[in-house]
Structure formats: structure tokens, C-alpha cells
């Protein structure tokens, strides 16, 4: 069974910095795309980062690009996001998917695996 598991999340000032972390089991996906996603308050899941399939390109939603980089470590099945200068715009919660298709997606509706999510809330 393909389990993704998201940690790092939590309260942070703005300006301040997070790690999130997501551990993969189940499955190798060191060829497939891993990204985040994030959903805050009455607002619909939104792309935030992905590295694509075959490990090469990665790619960010214009409001976090220059701010939060994604990496992964293949050898321990997972994918983290580095998140600098945070806003209060950044909170929301955070989830961890994987894509299996060569298709290069941020629609949600086409990724197929998800983590559960972690909260990130950052204060002004």
C-alpha cells in the first residue's frame, strides 16, 4: 500500500522559514513527480512545487517561486520543500502528492497519490 507522510509543519512568524518533509513508502517514486500542493482557509487546493518525472526540472507556482525549493533524496524515497520568508498568505495546509504519468500537470485532479497534509501557519 503506497503511503505518503508529511512532516515539518507548524506555527512560524512571517519571515521565518520551514522545512516539510515527505516520506514515500510502497512504492519507489524516484522516476515518477513528486510535488506539494496546498489548500488554505475556504480556498481550493492550489499547486505549489513539483520535481518532475525522470528527476530532472522542477517547477513552482508564480507566489512561491524564488521563495520555496523543492528536492528530493531518491535514496530515501523523499521529497522535501524548503520554505523561506513566509507570509501569512502562505497558511494553509500542506500536502505531499506523487504523479505516475509522464504528464506534466499541476491540476490536482490528475495526480494520484496524496499524504494526508500538515499544517503550516504563519503569523504576522
Known amino acids: 500500500q503506497v503511503q505518503l507522510v508529511e512532516s515539518g509543519g507548524g506555527l512560524v512568524q512571517a519571515g521565518g522559514s520551514l522545512r516539510l518533509s515527505c516520506a514515500a513508502s510502497?512504492?519507489?517514486?524516484?522516476?515518477?513527480?513528486m510535488g506539494w500542493f496546498r489548500q488554505g482557509p475556504g480556498k481550493e487546493r492550489e499547486f505549489v512545487a513539483a520535481?518532475?518525472?525522470?528527476?530532472?526540472?522542477?517547477y513552482y507556482a508564480d507566489s512561491v517561486k524564488g521563495r520555496f525549493t523543492i528536492s528530493r533524496d531518491n535514496a530515501k524515497n523523499t521529497v522535501f520543500l524548503q520554505m523561506n520568508s513566509l507570509k501569512p498568505e502562505d497558511t494553509a495546509v500542506y500536502y505531499c502528492?506523487?504523479?505516475?504519468?509522464?504528464?506534466?500537470?499541476?491540476?490536482?485532479?490528475?495526480?494520484?497519490?496524496w499524504g494526508q497534509g500538515t499544517q503550516v501557519t504563519v503569523s504576522s
Open positions: 502528492a506523487a504523479h505516475i504519468s509522464i504528464l506534466r500537470t499541476t491540476d490536482s485532479r490528475d495526480w494520484d497519490y
Open positions: 510502497g512504492r519507489t517514486f524516484s522516476s515518477d513527480t
Open positions: 520535481f518532475w518525472w525522470g528527476g530532472g526540472s522542477t
